[in-house]
């Protein structure tokens, strides 16, 4: 048979690094799974959407508005409420940077804008940096788009603004700044690594990217996916705070987490003259996202349940963090050279092992954790290669979104016993 003739860019597409890890979880029963990024499942708002559809499926006029398609750039009043609820967490107006519900953009989850500002910024060839470790999934868009990742390290300030700006001044040297198009950051309780960009850093990183901004606008991909899932600590303000003109950050993020993926919906506040090339890419993916989840979602902001709920899963979560921090304490405490993070929010815990310990997809540490009954996702996915080659090995991205704080605490505990096998070994 000949071949099929696909594109270069289904070439550059890969199958997730993950799939496998979810597999396994699926065929293995009794597994307790660190790994997956899914939500609390006895959190899910059952009641709050059974209430909201009734309600809109109770007034005729609702019913058919919201069962109707809706427009591309989506529901006007929901629009709105995103945007107040962004500026009220930042202590701004609309206006006071530069935004109006125009530039409000409701996307199929926080992953179609991910993709659409790919479609509409890079041709194969130009450069993103990125937070090294950074979303993984991130990089396989990247990846499919042909863009080149440059790593930027982190600390316990999230990404290292310095650090960027000598990337810039390096890239510049080279004659390489007409290919920068992007700064990618998760800057609250990131995936992976649970850090969050100090308050400081935020002002910093807009000034950083306006300097280099000479041959044309480098942007910021601000992705906010977790920062209603805050245990500890103030909500800092937005990279978009710092943005009084509108030009530089786009910010994105969703419904998905704190509230429930199955609903897919997600929301971006963009630069003004971004809006329409997104919208024309959009209006071909799918010519506006589920209009029957915006409605809900709608109700629940107006209703005051969103709120609620929020409120609920802080509390859930900051207990199954603590039942996994108090499980790393107890069971990696003696282990000479491994350290965590401590997350104020959001679902993942990032353990390092010590140097030389193989916690990667084709290492000794999967396997034995397999065996002993639990799953991690390999710190590795997290990475690209850096100027050395070289990817760590030794890190684990920890999730306590999925299992109860039992189940938390037991996964550690099988996780422990997996390492001693390689102590041993
Ligand atoms: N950004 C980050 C950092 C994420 O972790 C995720 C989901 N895991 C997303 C974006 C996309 O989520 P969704 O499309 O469900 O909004």
Known sequence: MPPLPLSDRSGRTTDSPITFFIQKALETPGLISLAAGLVDEGSLPTADVAA????I????????AALQYGSTQGLPSLREKVLRHVCA????????IGLSPDDVVLTTGSQQLLYLLGEALFDPGDIVLAEAPSYFVYHGVLQSHGVRVVPVPMDDGGLDVAALDAKLADLKRRGELGRVKLVYTVDYFQN???LTLAADRRPKL???VKKYSTEHRILILEDAAYRELRYTGPDLPSVKRFDPTNEFVAYASTFSKP????LKLGYALLPSDLVAPVLHLKGNHDFGSANLAQHVVDRLLASGAFDRHVEELRRVYRAKRDAMLAALDAEFGDVPGASWTVPGGGLYVWLTLPPGVDAGPAGPLVPAALEAGVLYVPGEFGHVPGEGGELPRNECRLSFGVADAAGVREGVRRLRAAYRTLERA
Do not use: Q
């Open 57 to 64: 499926m109770a007034d005729p006029a609702a019913g058919r």
């Open 259 to 262: 509230l429930s993926p199955g």
């Open 206 to 208: 807009v000034e950083v």
């Open 89 to 96: 967490a930042d202590g701004v107006t609309p206006g006071d």
């Open 192 to 194: 992976p690594t649970g």
């Open 52 to 55: 909201a559809v009734a309600a």
